[in-house]
Structures are given as C-alpha cells and as structure tokens.
C-alpha cells in the first residue's frame, strides 16, 4: 500500500498562487487513480481534482480553469497547482489516492489559507 506525505500549503494573498505536493512511498502511483480533496471548518470534504488511471482529469466547478493537478511518475508525487487563489478556497488540502479495490489512502493533510 502506499503512504502519502503532502508539503507546500500555507498562507497566500488573494489572487495568489500555492503548489501542493504530495509524495507517494511505499508504492507506485500509477496503480492508483490520485486526486486532491479538501475541507474547510463546517464543510464536508469535496473532490477538488483527479487524474484517472488513465489518466483522465477532473475537476470540481468552483475551481475549474484555477487549479491544475499533474503527476511526475519518476519522482512518484503529484501536484495540485493552485492559482488566482479566493476567499472561498481555504481549507486542509489532501491528497488521495484509491486503488482497484476502491480503498483509499490520504495524505496527513496540508493548511491553505487565503488572506490580505
């Protein structure tokens, strides 16, 4: 099974940028459809974005056309490229990652604040 250690959150101006990694030991990611989730206080977790296994990616509405998920199958980690970052975007990011039989696996979860 794989574990998932995430860097890169923290605190970022409206309008800003963060990048979020997330590094997959244990196992290769590609086995694995891989995505970023994310919760804020009061909120359910919701899907943020996704790549398939094959390869395929998703999106969540609110932030279409903003975030960009990418993986680097070499270094086993995949990113979430967080752009013209909003008020509505704070939360604790996750990376996930699922395999054939549908058990998932997180991340220990990373702080994005958004703030002037």
């Known amino acids: 099974q794989v574990q998932l250690v995430e860097s890169g959150g923290g605190l970022v101006q409206p309008g800003g940028s963060l990048r979020l990694s997330c590094t997959g030991n244990?196992?290769?990611?590609?086995?694995?459809?891989i995505g970023w989730f994310r919760e804020a206080p009061g909120n359910e977790r919701e899907l943020v974005a996704i790549?398939?296994?094959?390869?395929?990616?998703d999106y969540a509405a609110s932030v279409k056309g903003r975030f960009a998920i990418s993986k680097d199958n070499a270094k086993n980690m995949m990113f979430l490229q967080m752009d013209s970052l909003k008020p509505a975007d704070p939360a604790v990011y996750s990376c996930?990652?699922?395999?054939?039989?549908?058990?998932?696996?997180w991340g220990q979860g990373t702080q994005v604040l958004v703030s002037s």
């Open positions: 790549i398939s296994t094959r390869g395929t990616t």
């Open positions: 244990g196992s290769s990611l590609d086995y694995y459809a």
């Open positions: 996930n990652a699922r395999n054939f039989l549908q058990a998932d696996f």
